[in-house]
């Protein structure tokens, strides 16, 4: 019957050999820990003995470079790493205190109603906890959760590739906003067919430029677009000087623009769909307990 054993491999060796990677060769590597590169250059070696198989190729002009076994060691080798930093970190706090760092993506223009409730209410509850903000574009979100380079994302309702895990926090439709001075301003409703004939201020960035566009598309409708931005106050701000109306979906207190012209907002006629803003965070392994916590918080807050 197969019994464990203890390994004849160390995590130090193991990060050794992530860090030679990383760095592209074994001074840099050493000038990073601060250890010696003989301490590195024996401990590669002593792992590629107790693995009977060749990690890396080492040229002094091509510095290193993992061989196919290296670099599937080093795939498993990262999440070995990463779960005895995490046991490390629990084992110090005291009363199941939670401690260690969260990395949160967050779609641009969610930010400014996610990150303040995150960084306040939660920093509050867990102070040891330090977050991290990546705010960037759902596109550019793809592949940072299985790298483990995010821990948790909050985003629009969209086609996240993969199966990671997901909650709906909140669901919200879309709407015109208008200079105050605008001829539409005392309307009830907008209809996008009244809206085609003017110029449009366009937030130009995935996934928010495709829904926008896709609600005229689907009235066999083409916007007249004046100006892109990508930058949700650009848009309030052109609008607040009348170049143009925008048409947005996340619903601000704040009604003036950055220089403070005031602006109206108008739901559309006939009504759109809501846009679901989803929170997500990686299926294939255990969420360490700090970002389990912030999901849970996240769940329970009322968001609107």
């Not at 550019?140 to 199966?163: H, K, N, Q």
């Not at 006629?269 to 997500?280: L, S, Y």
């Amino acid at each position: 019957m197969h019994s464990d054993h203890t390994p004849n491999f160390t995590l130090r060796q193991l990060s050794y050999l992530l860090t030679a990677a990383k760095m592209g060769t074994i001074s840099a590597a050493a000038a990073e820990l601060h250890v010696s590169s003989s301490a590195i250059s024996d401990s590669i070696t002593a792992l590629e003995h107790q693995m009977d198989a060749q990690l890396c190729i080492r040229r002094k002009a091509q510095g290193l470079v993992l061989t196919a076994a290296g670099r599937q060691l080093a795939a498993r080798a990262t999440s070995l790493i990463s779960e005895a930093n995490e046991l490390e970190r629990e084992l110090r706090t005291r009363d199941g205190e939670l401690a260690g760092p969260i990395t949160i993506g967050c779609y641009p223009t969610l930010a400014p109603m996610i990150l303040p409730v995150l960084l306040d209410e939660f920093g509050q509850q867990h102070p040891k906890v330090s977050l991290e903000i990546v705010e960037t574009t759902q596109d550019r979100l793809t592949g940072t959760l299985e790298s483990g380079e995010i821990d948790v994302a909050f985003v629009y309702e969209t086609l996240i590739p993969g199966t990671p895990n997901h909650a709906r926090l909140f669901a919200q439709p879309a709407h015109v906003i208008l200079a105050a001075d605008d001829p539409f301003a005392a309307r009830e409703t907008v209809r996008l067919e009244d809206l085609v004939e003017r110029d449009m201020i366009l937030l130009d960035s995935p996934p928010s430029s495709q829904h926008t566009l896709g609600m005229f598309h689907e009235r066999d409708l083409v916007p007249r677009i004046r100006h892109r931005t990508t930058s949700y106050e650009v848009v309030r701000t052109l609008v607040g000087r009348g170049l143009g109306y925008g048409i947005l979906v996340q619903r601000l207190t704040n009604t003036a623009s950055y220089e403070g012209y005031p602006l109206v907002v108008k739901e559309i006629e006939p009504a759109v769909e809501p846009v679901g803003v989803d929170m997500i965070w990686p299926s294939d392994h255990a969420a360490p307990m700090r970002s389990q916590a912030l999901v849970q918080f996240a769940r329970n807050h009322q968001w609107i």
